[in-house]
């Protein structure tokens, strides 16, 4: 994919851009860290891009993410890749989107397969078993950290607080919580006027005629091995199947994983017949204790409709490629959205009236992130939950009785190293992973 010509380091400010080898290491650092889902992947970028590297500032940051969540499909790995070109530019993007990505694409691609192949992922399953609670005390620190930096008015509190009700208590789509705060901004927001000039739009060179190239390379590569998969496979081949229902779901991709999971199960399970109902909540179990977005669930379906129907090839070559294409043509997308649109943000982040909409984003933004702090609180301490309804309200509620103390003891210890003994992500996963697998196997 193309990008607009003759752009530097100039998106970093007042810092220089880094150097191609760091902005790489980075990345794979954040790609092997992105446990726990778009709250604490999000996290990770922060500490890595703004805290200890500095590559950019607070408010470049959360840019890039209010753009992010408008976007369909991942927002965490569109916000890497965003990060990425700030830093380097088109092949910077490219590099901090595809290493967010390919850690946990290889997990899944592996789990996939001993589960196809055996149907036993506990050996797996124990090692990713701690980590979940130390992914809770991460969770929290980027709850407090970009809560902090957004909520600085009494829209933003009131944003943040109106946004969480929604999404918690009444299940209000997540496009319809954006779209209305993006709409209050507008409303309430701070009065057309100038920005500081060091809040104010860089430099930024793109036109239109860039834009299309970008957009018209970057079609041509998503479509490119579908259209191979055309004209050397039978038309009723899986892998044309996969390609074109995860396609079309890339772009429709509106609030994450699990608003899609419903209409993905129903047409993965009862139409496509790829698997069934019980693998498919396996599969959601398996992309939540691996490294990467939730949305590699994907990844696992492709893959269990390439094993069982692999048409000319083995089973585990058919799953492979099924799996490769599905996250292929699902990722695909999101790498155009960026880099298309990316400059044009970056041009546009002077404007007032779009300042006061982002900026509402980002205060509903840390709503969203309490909300999936909670609902992972809950899912990951309990055993049983349930949804209880009253009228329009509808809440997830555990049973206390089933909570799980090593896992609750585990999380106590990882807050207490992350805001007690100020350890980093790496320090307390390793720490958590190691209680947690072994305590899954010689405490029963």
Not at 21 to 29: D, F, N
Not at 52 to 70: I, P, Q, T, V
Not at 211 to 238: E, H, K, Q, S
Request: aromatic share 10%; with cysteine; proline share 5%.
């Amino acid at each position: 994919m193309s990008s607009s010509s003759k752009q530097d380091g100039s998106a970093l400010g007042q810092n220089s851009a880094p150097p191609l080898s760091e902005v790489i290491a980075v990345s794979l650092k954040v790609g092997l860290l992105s446990f726990g889902g778009p709250a604490a992947q999000i996290s990770v970028m922060h500490k890595e891009f703004v805290e200890n590297r500095k590559w950019l500032s607070e408010d470049r940051f959360l840019h890039a993410l209010n753009y992010c969540m408008l976007l369909p499909g991942p927002e965490a790995q569109q916000l890497a890749t965003y990060c990425g070109w700030l830093c380097a530019r088109t092949i910077g993007g490219l590099i901090a989107g595809l290493l967010f990505i390919l850690p946990g694409a290889f997990a899944m691609a592996v789990v996939s397969f001993v589960y196809a192949a055996y149907g036993d992922t506990d050996v797996i399953v124990s090692v990713f078993y701690g980590v979940k609670a130390g992914v809770l005390a991460i969770v929290l620190q980027a709850l407090l950290k970009i809560g902090g930096k957004a909520l600085k008015s009494r829209l933003a509190w009131t944003i943040c607080g109106l946004s969480f009700v929604a999404l918690f208590l009444f299940s209000i789509p997540f496009p319809l919580v954006i779209i209305a705060a993006a709409v209050s901004g507008l409303i309430f927001g701070t009065p057309p006027g100038s920005i500081p000039a060091e809040e104010g739009a860089q430099s930024e060179s793109t036109s239109l005629l860039s834009t299309l190239r970008t957009v018209v390379v970057g079609l041509l590569i998503w479509m490119a091995p579908p259209m191979m998969a055309a004209l050397v496979l039978a038309p009723d081949n899986v892998l044309l199947e996969v390609a074109e229902f995860f396609s079309v779901l890339a772009v429709v991709s509106f609030g994450g994983a699990y608003a899609l999971l419903s209409y993905m199960a129903q047409v993965a399970v009862e139409t496509k017949a790829w698997l069934s109902a019980g693998e498919m909540l396996d599969g959601l179990g398996l992309a939540e204790t691996t490294p990467g977005p939730l949305i590699l669930v994907t990844q696992f379906v492709g893959f269990l409709g390439g094993w069982r129907d692999p048409g000319a090839f083995s089973p585990l070559t058919g799953g492979l490629l099924a799996a490769a294409m599905t996250t292929w043509v699902t990722f695909a997308p999101s790498f155009l959205f960026v880099l298309a649109g990316a400059p044009w943000m970056e041009r546009l982040r002077g404007n007032r009236v779009l300042a006061n909409a982002l900026s509402a984003i980002t205060a509903a933004v840390a709503g969203t992130i309490l909300n999936l702090a909670v609902w992972f609180a809950i899912n990951v301490l309990f055993t049983d939950t349930s949804t209880v309804r009253f009228g329009a309200l509808e809440v997830i509620w555990p049973d206390l009785a089933t909570i799980d103390p090593v896992l609750a003891g585990i999380a106590v210890l990882a807050i207490a190293m992350v805001f007690v003994g100020g350890r980093g992500m790496a320090s307390v996963l390793a720490v958590t992973a190691s209680l947690g697998f072994l305590a899954r196997n010689f405490l029963g």
